[in-house]
């Protein structure tokens, strides 16, 4: 997969609520009503990201979650980081 311009990521970006472009990466903050919540749209998030077979840099703390996606073995944002962010997105505000 080929890294993405960071002109189209910026483009891209304007299309995708909540991310942002730091550092060779998207990333977003998410905050839950409490950990439960937090850790029931994770696990959600996991089983996608199975099926997708890419995988985020996350971190959660109680009601947080942030999440970082850039692809590895391309050295930036690929057309995959987008599909996971939307998918993301419709898991977290689609329920």
């Not at 910026?10 to 609520?17: A, C, I, S, V, Y």
Request: charged letters at 35%; glycine letters at 6%.
């Amino acid at each position: 997969m080929e890294k993405l311009t960071e002109r189209t990521i910026e483009e891209r970006l304007d299309k995708l609520e909540g991310w942002e472009f730091v550092d060779g990466a998207i990333e977003a903050k998410f905050q839950f009503k409490d950990f439960r919540d937090a850790f029931a749209v994770m696990t959600k998030i996991a089983f996608e990201c199975e099926v997708q077979k890419h995988h985020p840099d996350w971190t959660n703390v109680y009601n947080q979650l942030h999440i970082r996606l850039n692809t590895h073995d391309a050295g930036g944002v690929t057309e995959k980081d987008f599909k996971l962010a939307h998918s993301i997105w419709e898991i977290i505000h689609g329920d």
